[in-house]
């Protein structure tokens, strides 16, 4: 069953993709062309990764947030300000974004046997 993890819409549309979790600038060469940025937040120095991106999910930030601006100025879809989400998902893992609706979906970590 899937889950479903919740914040704040920013910027509008779906997009499906791998997630990346990135921690700073030291991460940005694992970034790939369709992930999924996943991170604490951005600043100007993280705008590059936008172009590449399909989607963008932060743990922080709001409407007026670095990350929600430039992915609308870019046309992906962004959710900010989802909690603990650094530590929810696991690199790789396949997301689906709906910025509209402020979701990032995505598989269990672990499914049970039973």
Same mark, same amino acid.
């Given at each position: 069953?899937?889950?479903?993890?919740?914040?704040? @819409?920013? *910027? @509008?549309? *779906?997009?499906?993709?791998?997630?990346?979790?990135?921690?700073?600038?030291?991460? +940005?060469?694992? +970034?790939?062309?369709?992930?999924?940025?996943?991170?604490?937040?951005? %600043?100007?120095?993280?705008?590059?990764? +936008?172009? /590449?991106?399909?989607?963008?999910?932060? !743990? *922080?930030?709001? /409407?007026?947030?670095?990350? @929600?601006?430039?992915?609308? =100025?870019?046309?992906?879809?962004?959710?900010?300000?989802?909690?603990?989400? /650094?530590?929810?998902?696991? %690199?790789?893992?396949?997301?689906?974004?709906?910025? *509209?609706?402020?979701?990032?979906?995505?598989?269990?970590?672990? =499914?049970?046997? !039973?």
């Amino acid at each position: 069953m899937p889950v479903t993890l919740t914040g704040t @819409a920013a *910027s @509008a549309g *779906s997009a499906h993709g791998t997630a990346r979790i990135i921690n700073g600038p030291d991460d +940005f060469g694992r +970034f790939r062309l369709g992930d999924v940025l996943v991170c604490r937040t951005t %600043d100007p120095a993280w705008t590059p990764l +936008f172009g /590449m991106a399909a989607a963008v999910v932060t !743990e *922080s930030g709001g /409407m007026l947030s670095h990350a @929600a601006i430039v992915a609308r =100025e870019f046309g992906i879809p962004a959710v900010v300000g989802v909690r603990d989400v /650094m530590t929810l998902l696991a %690199d790789g893992t396949s997301l689906t974004v709906n910025g *509209s609706l402020g979701t990032v979906a995505c598989a269990p970590v672990a =499914e049970s046997a !039973e």
